[in-house]
């Protein structure tokens, strides 16, 4: 039986100790259609928040270390060729985001 991530706000984290996750990368797939400058991401506390910034960097950001394996059986992935090429590529959306949220 999975265990429920609490206390655990890396996205990496999560898959590598499979713990249990309910898909959100579909927010993903929001922020980059909706096209706006700001968007503003309002939960109540413990809602997983610093949870989905992690899924956006790990998404976004481009590193040396190859984290498309966390997204292959996620809905993003399977969302086509459109949302798949945005992986790792738009530095300048996951710096508004990261900028906005600290």
Same mark, same amino acid.
């Given at each position: 039986?999975?265990?429920?991530?609490i206390?655990?706000?890396?996205?990496? &984290?999560?898959?590598?100790?499979?713990? %249990? %996750?309910?898909?959100?990368?579909?927010? =993903?797939?929001? =922020? +980059?259609?909706?096209?706006?400058?700001?968007? +503003? =991401? &309002?939960?109540?506390?413990?809602? !997983?928040? #610093?949870?989905?910034?992690?899924? $956006?960097? %790990?998404?976004? @950001?481009? #590193? @040396?270390?190859?984290?498309? &394996?966390?997204?292959?059986?996620?809905?993003?992935w /399977? /969302? !086509?060729?459109?949302? /798949?090429?945005?992986?790792? !590529?738009? $530095?300048?959306? +996951?710096?508004? $985001?990261?900028?906005?949220?600290?």
């Amino acid at each position: 039986m999975k265990r429920m991530p609490i206390g655990v706000d890396d996205f990496k &984290a999560v898959h590598e100790r499979d713990l %249990y %996750y309910i898909d959100k990368s579909m927010l =993903i797939k929001d =922020i +980059l259609d909706d096209g706006a400058e700001v968007n +503003l =991401i &309002a939960r109540p506390r413990r809602f !997983g928040k #610093t949870l989905n910034l992690s899924m $956006l960097r %790990y998404f976004f @950001e481009k #590193t @040396e270390e190859d984290h498309a &394996a966390l997204f292959q059986d996620m809905e993003i992935w /399977q /969302q !086509g060729e459109r949302y /798949q090429e945005e992986y790792g !590529g738009s $530095l300048e959306l +996951l710096s508004r $985001l990261l900028h906005a949220y600290h």
